[in-house]
């Protein structure tokens, strides 16, 4: 049985009698994004299509964490001009547009969002986009972001539990945008009375950004406070009723954040953790890649090296628990292209032959192109 298939049968299962589904991925556009971030969109796409195909209602969620902290510096972008920016919102973070090309773009994250985002859609996928600090900005998270301070010391026990992570009495699991200098990366929660947050710019903080020392105290809400990762995933998955969520095999790890997400969601948040997907890494030349550090191949130079339905073909053709390797110097374009007119030829000629060759195939490709097809040889 081919894969997404299999998957959905489970979820059916998992949910029974459950008509509507939210699924759920994100990614933090720290820099252009690498071509393996690619696999998770399509994991969710294609398990989003074959629900809805299954008479199912899937709504496929796609977030960009542009209120993360810019924490890496991609080798391609001027240091001189972007290293006084570390520590700070990647919304915040100038647009590299002039200096790279493309569109002109809002801010950083956008700039490379929007890069990703045109090779999603070029491929078939066209998910509903949202941006983390417009729903910090909103309100979506207060009541969590309340909760969350209420329980530090739960959430405190859970760390050390799970992953063996022993954070002191006085840690708090929650950054602020610093008055003074607009980092999120540097401070420090110091204090918290219900309704406003005590915290400290630290200089040395972290190795990739310096705080400027400042103390203050500010309301955490409407945008000015920001969860750390292994908090906030779990809080994304209760705010947005999240029900389906994959995950790389590095968050699914023992012990990992997949794990400690877990926790809070029934123990803080009393909430139902979604159903995993765990999938592998997408290796470039045997290397696992960094968009902050600029390491590995970007989708956008992939695009541009072979035609969107054999990049979706290459993405689609592996169950999610096993690893793609894509190396451009090697056989793997060639015999991608040699394994993508296979497929085809069980799907428009050979009927019944080889049925998940056949599912690969139609899940690999666009309606338009299938219907293409289907005109040329009638």
């Not at 054999?310 to 793997?332: A, S, Y």
């Not at 599912?359 to 040329?376: A, G, N, T």
Request: net charge negative; glycine share 8%.
């Amino acid at each position: 049985m081919f894969w997404a298939d299999e998957i959905v049968e489970n979820i059916i299962k998992s949910f029974p009698g459950k008509e509507n589904f939210i699924i759920r991925d994100e990614k933090t556009p720290s820099g252009r994004v690498h071509i393996g971030s690619m696999r998770g969109v399509v994991v969710h796409g294609v398990i989003a299509q074959a629900l809805n195909e299954s008479g199912k209602n899937a709504r496929f969620i796609y977030e960009f964490n542009d209120a993360d902290p810019m924490d890496g510096l991609p080798v391609y972008l001027n240091k001189e001009k972007y290293i006084k920016y570390m520590g700070k919102p990647l919304k915040d973070v100038p647009s590299p547009h002039e200096e790279l090309g493309g569109e002109q773009a809002l801010n950083y994250a956008e700039y490379f969002a929007n890069e990703f985002l045109d090779v999603i859609r070029e491929i078939g996928f066209d998910p509903e986009i949202i941006y983390s600090s417009d729903l910090y900005q909103k309100g979506h998270y207060d009541k969590w972001i309340r909760k969350i301070l209420d329980n530090k010391d739960a959430i405190r026990k859970i760390y050390q539990e799970v992953s063996g992570s022993e954070k002191p009495k006085d840690w708090y699991p929650l950054q602020v945008v610093c008055q003074n200098c607009g980092k999120v990366g540097t401070t420090k929660v110091t204090d918290w009375d219900g309704e406003k947050v005590k915290y400290r710019c630290v200089p040395d903080l972290v190795e990739w950004a310096e705080g400027c020392g400042h103390e203050g105290e500010v309301s955490p809400f409407g945008g000015r406070g920001k969860l750390p990762w292994k908090v906030e995933w779990p809080v994304k998955w209760s705010s947005m009723k999240v029900d389906i969520e994959g995950s790389g095999k590095d968050h699914c790890a023992s012990g990992g954040s997949h794990d400690i997400g877990e926790e809070v969601c029934k123990k803080i948040l009393d909430m139902p953790v979604p159903f995993n997907i765990p999938y592998e890494f997408f290796l470039f030349g045997g290397a696992k890649m960094s968009s902050s550090k600029g390491m590995g191949a970007s989708v956008k130079e992939v695009s541009e090296t072979i035609p969107p339905e054999i990049l979706r073909f290459l993405m689609v053709r592996k169950k999610p628990n096993q690893p793609i390797e894509f190396n451009p110097e090697g056989p793997t374009i060639p015999n991608l292209f040699d394994h993508h007119d296979e497929a085809a030829d069980y799907y428009f000629h050979r009927k019944g032959e080889f049925e998940d060759m056949e599912r690969v195939f139609y899940f690999s490709q666009e309606e338009q192109y299938i219907s293409r097809q289907k005109l040329l040889l009638e």
